[in-house]
Nanobody, 121 residues
């Protein structure tokens, strides 16, 4: 089992910044991709950004140039630096990882509990 714990959410004014963190713990063998998703009220969960163990990144068009995803493999931690926030970024942000299990190399995804980001004046 792998547990993901997010932190760093909160209330920020439009144009402000926040940095989210997500730390993985538990019976970790290999964590491949780590991703951030978000879900706004009344909307479907959407992918915000992802990063592979090798550092390759991808972003939703809506956040390109404003958000930066990074990770520290040694700490099994992924970050999301969010700049120039708008009210449209208000959502619960979820951390996700793709884990490869040691004994049989099976692949499973895990999710964090989510952290609320509210952008409001």
């Amino acid at each position: 089992q792998v547990q993901l714990v997010e932190s760093g959410g909160g209330l920020v004014q439009p144009g402000g910044s926040l940095r989210l963190s997500c730390a993985a713990s538990g019976s970790i063998f290999i964590i491949n991709a780590m991703r951030w998703y978000r879900q706004a009220p009344g909307k479907q969960r959407e992918l915000v950004a992802g990063i592979t163990s090798g550092g390759f990144t991808n972003y939703a068009d809506s956040v390109k140039g404003r958000f930066t995803i990074s990770r520290e493999n040694a700490k099994n931690t992924v970050y999301l630096q969010m700049n120039s926030l708008t009210t449209g970024d208000t959502a619960v942000y979820y951390c996700n990882c793709v884990h490869i299990r040691r004994n049989d190399y099976s692949v499973r995804e895990y999710w964090g509990q989510g952290t609320q980001v509210t952008v409001s004046s």
